[in-house]
């Protein structure tokens, strides 16, 4: 069961560096937002594959919390670029 946590994390880590990739070679505002959610969502699937390889619920309550702040984050910023881009 061990090589499938370890592929999953390695699966993980790779996504976040594509991810980074992209938040750092933009080239628009949207796709580094778009790059930090993603990034947020793979935080969220590292914590639960951590949760599920060491049996304890124990951070579910992070995993929670940390999830709808990006969502609410992600949410925000497109409504406020869809505000700027209605007043061009």
Do not use: W
């Not at 999830?67 to 061009?88: D, I, P, Q, T, Y």
């Amino acid at each position: 069961m061990n090589t499938v946590y370890l592929v999953t994390f390695s699966l993980l880590v790779l996504a976040g560096l594509l991810s980074l990739i992209r938040l750092v070679r933009g080239p628009r505002t949207l796709d580094r937002v778009l790059a930090i959610d993603v990034l947020v969502v793979l935080i969220v699937a590292g914590v639960a594959v951590e949760m599920a390889m060491t049996g304890q619920g124990m951070n579910l309550s992070l995993l929670v919390s940390v999830a709808l702040l990006g969502f609410v984050g992600s949410a925000s910023v497109v409504r406020l670029a869809e505000r700027k881009e209605g007043h061009r």
